[in-house]
């Protein structure tokens, strides 16, 4: 998407953008980090960790001082009692990704729910023992895939596939996904990919490969870190089994925030999955009759993944952001989002003699808020040079510098000035 074209290049071009959208006051809910003199950073490391909601600070020290006033009370007592703490996301967290109430929770980290979701979704039988992942894909999945492979007794060298972009290409297309998937018909159990890919921010076609998924027999699931507050999603009516998100990054929900956990309500009524189980994801309703019920019951929804009583203070700073994500809509902030990357690249792409590639895919549907850089020559020095300037993005060697404008804060004209420092840093102003 091009918002440039009539408005011309200008920084007064960027502050009309900034001004004339309605979405620009969000801004206004975060604090913006300033470096040592107390000038506001040009922050676009939302993809990695995201800015403090003002409002979180309440929810967290609502909690402290109903634990000082009531103690084991506050369980059932006080403004959000904490026995129930969890359902506070319960509609919140299923429009935030597009399930229904009971598909989502909120427990545990990312990598702990993929584990807790692959010890259902991952069933190898006789033939139909292996699982479909891309490449390159976060290393965290890996090792948690390599893992299940070796705890069910199996090799993962002989048992995960891997797609990768073709040669000479950066990332994946659709098709070869689907001939994969086709390719290993019926010997796939799981497939098991990123929603939008960490390293080059591709957006992946969920309900594609979740239809060609099925086809082919396999359980489908996602990990939407990327993906998460980033891009809209229709995980029930896509049909998608399971997915599992972190909520530190476009969810800003602070540093290793309560993670979410999205399960297709027929597996979430179905009560013989296996499972790994614990008393919290028994029904509600004998979980307190503790030694009297010694057969576990598993609520029928995806409460019935969560294992312990949940961390209540690294909660509540997730009841900040998704009011303000429910407050919004994600198809309001996923159009903003759209004008603000489609400005920024067009932005970096106008830079006289630039040395320097966008790898992130340019068509709206295959791409979220972060642009993938690759600079030409020593990558690590040109990440040096934009963060001496006041920049926070991140690098991921050998050479991909990843900036995220995220819809919530950043602005049209921070913006400008990222692609202004690009273009005189990597590029030939007379060229
Ligand atoms: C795509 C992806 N998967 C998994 C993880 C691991 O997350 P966690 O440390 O919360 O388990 C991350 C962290 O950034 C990630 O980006």
């Known amino acids: ?122 069933r190898p039988e006789g033939r139909r023992r292996k699982i479909l992942m891309e490449s390159p894909a976060f290393p965290s999945d890996s090792y948690c895939l390599q893992s299940h492979v070796k705890a069910r007794g199996l090799d993962h060298h002989e048992v995960i596939v891997q797609c990768g972009p073709r040669d000479g290409e950066q990332c994946l297309r659709t098709e070869d996904i689907i001939s994969t998937i086709e390719a290993h018909g019926d010997e796939l159990a799981t497939i098991l990919l990123g929603g939008v890919n960490f390293l080059t921010g591709q957006s992946l076609d969920l309900q594609a490969i979740t239809e060609a998924g099925h086809r082919a027999g396999a359980m489908v699931g996602f990990d939407l870190a990327h993906a998460a507050g980033n891009v809209v999603m229709h995980l029930h009516d896509w049909d998608v089994d399971f997915g599992a998100w972190c909520s530190y990054k476009y969810l800003n929900a602070s540093p290793g925030a309560i993670a979410g956990a999205y399960v297709h309500e027929r597996h979430g009524s179905n009560r013989d999955l296996p499972r790994l189980a614990g008393w919290w994801g028994n029904d509600p309703d004998t979980r307190f009759r503790m030694h009297l019920e010694s057969e576990f019951v598993p609520v029928q929804s995806a409460d019935a993944w969560q294992c312990s009583n949940p961390p209540i203070l690294a909660m509540a700073p997730l009841r900040a952001s998704l009011e303000l994500f429910d407050g919004t809509g994600m198809e309001a902030l996923r159009e903003r989002s759209l004008r603000l990357t489609g400005y920024l690249r067009a932005m970096l792409e106008s830079r006289p003699g630039r040395r320097y590639q966008i790898i992130t895919p340019e068509t709206d549907a295959d791409h979220g808020c972060q642009l993938s850089i690759v600079v030409d020559g020593d990558a690590t020095e040109a990440f040096a040079t934009i963060e001496a300037a006041g920049v926070v993005a991140d690098f991921r060697p050998p050479n991909v510098i990843r900036v995220a404008p995220t819809p919530m804060y950043n602005t049209f004209e921070e913006c400008w000035r990222l692609a202004m420092l690009m273009g005189d840093r990597f590029g030939t102003p007379d060229a």
């Open 1 to 122: 998407m091009t918002v440039t074209g009539e408005l011309g290049h200008s920084r007064e071009a960027a502050v009309r953008l900034d001004q004339s959208d309605p979405l620009s006051k969000l801004r206004d809910s975060f604090f913006i980090p300033v470096d040592d003199a107390g000038n506001q950073l040009l922050y676009f490391c939302g993809n990695s960790l995201g800015l403090q909601p003002k409002g979180a600070a309440d929810h967290v020290m609502e909690v402290m001082e109903e634990w000082a006033r009531r103690a084991v009370n506050g369980h059932q007592h006080g403004r959000a009692p904490w026995y129930p703490y969890h359902e506070l996301f319960r509609e919140t967290g299923a429009r935030l990704v597009g399930a229904r109430p009971g598909e989502v929770v909120m427990m545990n980290s990312l990598t702990v729910n993929l584990h807790m979701l692959l010890t259902s979704f991952y």
